[in-house]
């Protein structure tokens, strides 16, 4: 039997409201975990929803590759019907592009965020990320065409930015954008040049006090009570974690370290998905960054193997892989699981 045929025939079935928008309309601060490159994938979605997190992005996925390589498609991007609310991330330098990509992947998700903040050399020089910044009339354009091509209520159309060294560009572009529609904002609170220096909260909330849609703030979300201080500070409708979800990923169900269960989940997860070993080793690694010992770091950093990391697990935590429960995720959500690999063929330039 073919998983894919449901999906084919008609996707992810979605709600007529809009599921992203109205989260926003809570009193509640919604809870969101980043975009991030080989990690924010199916299995890591998944286990994130059980801790609490109220919306997942995926990985940033290059909209040209996307839209011509069925390859690419089948590589970047795959779901199931309980991975929502989803956006899909695109990092495009075109209109054309992120609408193509778009109205591919919109049947599957619940909206698109075009990546206007990575900062990374080869994506700025490629048009994509930062680069974005700097042309907010291209911004506008890219999501006027994207709208028009999908033309559905129910599905958002976002951005991700990080700040310009003058805040009032900052402000301008944003205002740009929330002119052309799109649903929300989220600000990384640094400059392109920035790395490690501290989030700029003030310049966050001059953006989020300048616009009439929802802001979510981005940058060293570590612990719920940052979400909490963020929030206060700021007065955005969301905020959105990385690193600190790759650390924790029941932080934001108040757990200041990742516990037991948590890394008993992942393992059972990634397994049941078929998570190359490694990711499905370096998430562990981040999970146990602030757990283990040094000793037990040095042992367990350096592991080749599944075999070896559930050993290591068993013996030293006492978290063992639970291979019945394995058998019911892998039926209950491969059930329905489909990379979009679709009836389209590769498309030629």
């Not at 990092?91 to 919109?106: F, G, R, V």
């Not at 998700?109 to 042309?135: F, S």
């Not at 909490?228 to 370290?257: F, I």
Request: proline share 4%.
């Amino acid at each position: 039997m073919d998983k894919c045929n449901h999906l084919k025939s008609g996707g992810i079935a979605r709600s007529k409201i809009n599921i992203v928008e109205d989260l926003f309309k809570s009193d509640k601060v919604v809870k969101i975990c980043a975009p991030m490159v080989r990690y924010s994938k199916l299995p890591f979605r998944t286990l994130i929803r059980r801790y609490e997190c109220d919306l997942a992005f995926t990985p940033m996925i290059v909209s040209n590759s996307f839209v011509k390589s069925v390859k690419a498609r089948d590589s970047e991007f795959t779901t199931n019907s309980n991975d929502h609310p989803l956006v899909v991330q695109f990092a495009a330098s075109n209109s054309k592009d992120l609408a193509d990509a778009t109205e591919i992947i919109s049947p599957y998700a619940n909206g698109v965020d075009l990546n206007c903040g990575c900062p990374q050399r080869w994506a700025m020089a490629e048009g994509y990320g930062a680069h974005l910044i700097k042309k907010p009339e291209l911004i506008r354009d890219m999501v006027r065409q994207t709208q028009s091509r999908i033309n559905q209520k129910d599905f958002s159309i976002s951005i991700k930015i990080r700040l310009h060294k003058n805040i009032r560009e900052t402000v301008d572009l944003c205002q740009k954008a929330e002119h052309a529609g799109i649903s929300w904002v989220t600000v990384h609170g640094r400059t392109v040049q920035q790395r490690t220096e501290p989030v700029d909260y003030d310049a966050i909330k001059t953006i989020n006090d300048s616009l009439s849609i929802p802001v979510v703030a981005n940058g060293d979300i570590k612990f719920l009570e940052d979400v909490e201080k963020v929030h206060a500070n700021t007065g955005v409708k969301g905020v959105m974690a990385a690193r600190g979800m790759l650390q924790n990923p029941a932080m934001y169900a108040g757990y200041e370290n990742t516990p037991l269960q948590c890394v008993e989940d992942w393992v059972d997860l990634a397994i049941g998905l078929g998570t190359p070993f490694p990711c499905f080793h370096y998430h562990l690694i981040a999970m146990m960054e602030r757990v283990a010992s040094k000793p037990e770091k040095k042992v367990f950093n350096t592991l080749s193997s599944t075999s070896a990391v559930l050993d290591f697990l068993k013996e030293y935590y006492d978290v063992q892989y639970n291979g019945q429960q394995q058998a019911k995720i892998t039926e209950s959500l491969a059930d329905h699981l489909c990379g979009l690999n679709l009836d389209q063929p590769d498309i030629q330039s």
